[in-house]
Nanobody, 124 residues
Framework: QVQLVESGGGLVQAGGSLRLSCAAS??????????MGWFRQAPGKESEFVAA????????HYADSVQGRFTISRDNAKNTVYLQMNSLKPEDTAVYYC???????????????WGQGTQVTVSS
């Protein structure tokens, strides 16, 4: 089992920045075998892939909607993944979920493990 706990959400004005953190733990979790990612879900919309870091950070994937504004990173020593969000827009408002999976494909589509989510609200 893998447990994921997000933090760092909040209310920010358009153009501002937020940094989300996700701490991973669990008997089977290892930073060296799990890919990490972020998804988001806005009210009335389906869950949307945001970003993923594959392996130790050799490969990164981003949704077109956040490319150039969001940066995903990981600190393996702390078993923590981050999402730095800059130039935030009202349409970035959503609940953001941390995810983990050992498959580099599944981390972008249907991850096995999910956090509880953290709310991000961007005001115009």
């Amino acid at each position: 089992q893998v447990q994921l706990v997000e933090s760092g959400g909040g209310l920010v004005q358009a153009g501002g920045s937020l940094r989300l953190s996700c701490a991973a733990s669990g008997r089977t979790f290892s930073s060296y075998t799990y890919n990490m990612g972020w998804f988001r879900q806005a009210p009335g919309k389906e869950s949307e892939f945001v970003a993923a870091v594959i392996g130790n950070g050799v490969v990164y994937h981003y949704a077109d909607s956040v490319q150039g504004r969001f940066t995903i990173s990981r600190d393996n020593a702390k078993n923590t993944v981050y999402l730095q969000m800059n130039s935030l827009k009202p349409e970035d408002t959503a609940v953001y979920y941390c995810a983990a999976d050992q498959s580099s494909r599944s981390i972008q589509t249907r991850p096995q493990y999910w956090g509880q989510g953290t709310q991000v609200t961007v005001s115009s």
